[in-house]
């Protein structure tokens, strides 16, 4: 089955910093990579998600990369605030292939110091 | 716009008791996930549903049932209930099995099991 890891478990910025989180996957199959930021005691919110299709996708301050060679996808936030404190985590899901759940990495607890 | 709706948000319950959760996905969404959250962990995938009909299950324990109505809306029965029950029960729904616009998830349930 399909296996996610999550690089870094932590990450502390300043405001106004860019931060960077990694994740690699290990089934080819897989075709659809969301991020989610999850806040204390809520629900995962998506942030943005990107198709084996397309290599970058940019919205706003975020970004995220697919490498398919590689099996690795990043999460880029530039301009980082401190309403952007929380855990995120990447995922990773074959969908319309019989296995569409989403398997997620073990999260980056995100701080943007002000 | 209509999110995932889930109640109830929080439930306390005893050993050995029986606890019922349920899910309402956005409107027109025919897909339902199930995951379960514990303190500090990634979501772990139990169960989903495709228009009515179990499509995937992960590691739900024997003593968990759950099922998609007619309606569309969801409900996760949990039985015998442990200490390590304990955890947030989220559920997620999408169109067309994540096909197009992904995956939304609700607000979840808490669960404390006494």
């Known amino acids: 089955g399909e296996n996610v890891e999550q690089h870094p478990s932590t990450l502390s910025v300043q405001e106004g910093d860019s931060a960077v989180i990694k994740c690699t996957y290990s089934?080819?199959?897989?075709?659809?990579f969301p991020w989610y930021k999850q806040e204390l005691g809520k629900g995962p919110q998506l942030i943005i998600d990107?198709?084996?299709?397309?290599g970058e996708k940019k919205d706003q301050r975020i970004a995220v990369t697919l490498n398919k060679t590689a099996k690795h996808f990043s999460l880029h936030i530039t301009e980082t605030q401190p309403e952007d404190s929380a855990v995120y985590f990447c995922?990773?899901?074959?969908?319309?292939?019989?296995?569409?759940?989403?398997?997620f990495g073990k999260g980056t607890k995100l701080t943007v110091n002000p | 716009a209509a999110g995932v709706i889930q109640s109830p948000r929080h439930l306390i319950k005893e050993k050995r008791e029986t606890a019922t959760l349920k899910c309402y996905p956005i409107?027109?969404?025919?897909?339902v996930y199930w995951y379960q959250q514990g303190p500090g962990q990634d979501p772990q995938f139990l169960i989903s549903f495709y228009e009515k009909m179990q499509s995937d299950k992960g590691s739900i324990p024997d003593r968990f049932s759950a099922q998609q109505f007619s309606d569309y809306h969801s409900e996760l029965n949990m039985s015998s209930l442990e200490l390590g029950d304990s955890a947030l029960y989220f559920c997620?729904?999408?169109?067309?099995?994540?096909?197009?616009?992904?995956?939304?998830f609700g607000s979840g349930t808490r669960l404390t099991v006494v």
């Open positions: 990107i198709r084996s299709n397309v």
């Open positions: 089934d080819s199959a897989s075709n659809y």
């Open positions: 409107p027109r969404h025919d897909t």
């Open positions: 995922a990773a899901s074959n969908v319309q292939g019989g296995s569409e759940k989403l398997v």
């Open positions: 997620a729904s999408s169109l067309d099995r994540g096909a197009n616009y992904g995956y939304t």
